[in-house]
T-cell receptor, first 116, second 113 residues
Framework: GNSVTQMEGPVTLSEEAFLTINCTYT??????LFWYVQYPGEGLQLLLK?????DKGSNKGFEATYRKETTSFHLEKGSVQVSDSAVYFC???????????????FGQGTILTVHP | SAVISQKPSRDICQRGTSLTIQCQVD?????MFWYRQQPGQSLTLIAT?????????ESGFVIDKFPISRPNLTFSTLTVSNMSPEDSSIYLC??????????FGPGTRLLVL
C-alpha cells in the first residue's frame, strides 16, 4: 500500500542553521506530495506542495523538490528561525487507479525545535 | 483556500458518553474527510464523507463508533460514541477534491476521563 516515511526526530537546531527533513514515499502511481506544518496548539497548515516529478514547491523560505528517481520529497530551509519550531508532516495524495484515490497518507511527523 | 471551522475546539468528557463534532466550510465542497491524531502521533484517516451518500470508513473504523453526517455541501458532523480514554485525540476535518490540496480545520481536542 501507500506509505510515507520521514526521518525520525526530534530535530533541534540553532537559529540560522540549515534544515533538512527527509521524506520518502512509495512509488505507486503518480501521487501529489505535500508538506504540512502544525504549530503548537494549532491545526495543520499547508506549507508547500508538488504535483509532478521535478516540481519544486516553496513557501516561507522552505523548499522541497519532487524526485521521482529517488521517490523523495525532502524539506529544506537555508536559515531557520525560532518561529519555525513546529511539527512537520510529509504526505502523499493517492492517485487514480487505486483504493487510496483522493486520500492523504501522512508520515509520522518530525518535531523541529529552533533555539535562539 | 477554504475557511474551515470546528466546534467544539476542545472538550473533556466522561467515559461512556458521546460527543458530536461539527465541521463548517465557507464554500461548497464535494469531499470532506475526518482524521484522528492520537497524542504524539501522525494523522490517520477515519472516513470520507460525501454529500448524499454514506460515509466510507477506513480499516479499523466503524460506523457504530464514529457515525458521520453530511447533510449538505458545507457541513459535516462526526460523533465519537461510547467514549473511552483511548479515544483521547485531536479530531480534524479537511476538505478537498480527489486531485486537490486538502485544507484542514483547527481540530477538536478531546480528553476522555
Amino acid at each position: 500500500g501507500n506509505s510515507v516515511t520521514q526521518m525520525e526526530g526530534p530535530v533541534t537546531l540553532s537559529e540560522e542553521a540549515f534544515l533538512t527533513i527527509n521524506c520518502t514515499y512509495t512509488a505507486t502511481g503518480y501521487p501529489s506530495l505535500f508538506w504540512y506544518v502544525q504549530y503548537p496548539g494549532e491545526g495543520l497548515q499547508l506549507l508547500l506542495k508538488a504535483t509532478k516529478a521535478d516540481d519544486k514547491g516553496s513557501n516561507k523560505g522552505f523548499e522541497a523538490t519532487y524526485r521521482k528517481e529517488t521517490t523523495s520529497f525532502h524539506l529544506e530551509k537555508g536559515s531557520v528561525q525560532v518561529s519555525d519550531s513546529a511539527v512537520y508532516f510529509c504526505a502523499r495524495l493517492g492517485g487514480a487507479g487505486g483504493t487510496s484515490y483522493g486520500k492523504l497518507t501522512f508520515g509520522q511527523g518530525t518535531i523541529l525545535t529552533v533555539h535562539p | 483556500s477554504a475557511v474551515i471551522s470546528q466546534k467544539p475546539s476542545r472538550d473533556i468528557c466522561q467515559r461512556g458518553t458521546s460527543l458530536t463534532i461539527q465541521c463548517q466550510v465557507d464554500s461548497q465542497v464535494t469531499m470532506m474527510f475526518w482524521y484522528r491524531q492520537q497524542p504524539g502521533q501522525s494523522l490517520t484517516l477515519i472516513a470520507t464523507a460525501n454529500q448524499g451518500s454514506e460515509a466510507t470508513y477506513e480499516s479499523g473504523f466503524v460506523i457504530d463508533k464514529f457515525p458521520i453526517s453530511r447533510p449538505n455541501l458545507t457541513f459535516s458532523t462526526l460523533t465519537v460514541s461510547n467514549m473511552s480514554p483511548e479515544d483521547s485525540s485531536i479530531y480534524l476535518c479537511s476538505v478537498g477534491g480527489q486531485k486537490e490540496t486538502q485544507y484542514f480545520g483547527p481540530g477538536t481536542r478531546l480528553l476522555v476521563l
